[in-house]
T-cell receptor, first 115, second 113 residues
Framework: NAGVTQTPKFQVLKTGQSMTLQCAQD?????MSWYRQDPGMGLRLIHY???????DQGEVPNGYNVSRSTTEDFPLRLLSAAPSQTSVYFC??????????????FGEGSWLTVV | KQEVTQIPAALSVPEGENLVLNCSFT??????LQWFRQDPGKGLTSLLL???SQREQTSGRLNASLDKSSGRSTLYIAASQPGDSATYLC????????????WGLGTSLAVNP
């Protein structure tokens, strides 16, 4: 059981380039989300999905797109990278949220530097 | 608006000491509260999940309590070890927040041999 798998682990981008961070989970979780973690600001939610075909915005969605065509995969796309998007990105999944809340599983993180 | 605070931001203790990490939240209408551990350069690992109807959860040397009325949770670590050194974060699943967790900034713990 691999859990939550993120790729790549490290990436350097030039300003204006686009890229996709991949996230896959093998636990049949409905709820998936993407966070960025910056020093002094904690974890901030970028986008989330409550099931295949359903996505919604979090706190800091600008500059990012997501899609959820399958239960397993939840890729995060940077449309035109900016230095402000230099951060560590985490994908997370859980069986449910809210009143059905369950343990949340995180990927190992993707370190992104935009120059 | 729900806010989550963790105090202290950093803590350094000698090995073997029992310690308490604090997490406070401003809105008691929560579904659950979860404690996580994060090692440097790694993702987060869930330690304990406390549902709103529960008062505490235990796992090995860890015990987490929840007092919704006072907006507080504590993570108790017994007989601390150098391997416990990490950052500990709490997150609240807020009933009025459309399935978005509210995170504290964490407590960075160093256990010295």
């Amino acid at each position: 059981n691999a859990g939550v798998t993120q790729t790549p682990k490290f990436q350097v981008l030039k300003t204006g380039q686009s890229m996709t961070l991949q996230c896959a989970q093998d636990m049949n979780h409905e709820y998936m989300s993407w966070y960025r973690q910056d020093p002094g600001m904690g974890l901030r939610l970028i986008h989330y999905s409550v099931g295949a075909g359903i996505t919604d915005q979090g706190e800091v969605p600008n500059g990012y797109n997501v899609s959820r065509s399958t239960t397993e995969d939840f890729p995060l796309r940077l449309l035109s990278a900016a230095p402000s998007q230099t951060s560590v990105y985490f994908c997370a999944s859980s069986l449910g949220q809210g009143s059905f809340g369950n343990t949340i599983y995180f990927g190992e993180g993707s370190w992104l530097t935009v120059v | 608006k729900q806010e989550v605070t963790q105090i202290p931001a950093a803590l350094s203790v000698p090995e073997g000491e029992n310690l308490v990490l604090n997490c406070s939240f401003t809105d008691s209408a929560i579904y659950n509260l979860q404690w996580f551990r994060q090692d440097p350069g790694k993702g987060l690992t869930s330690l304990l999940l406390i549902q709103s109807s529960q008062r505490e959860q235990t796992s090995g040397r860890l015990n987490a309590s929840l007092d919704k009325s006072s907006g507080r949770s504590t993570l108790y670590i017994a007989a601390s070890q150098p391997g416990d050194s990490a950052t500990y974060l709490c997150a609240v699943d807020n009933a009025g927040n459309n399935r978005k967790l509210i995170w504290g900034l964490g407590t960075s713990l160093a256990v010295n041999p």
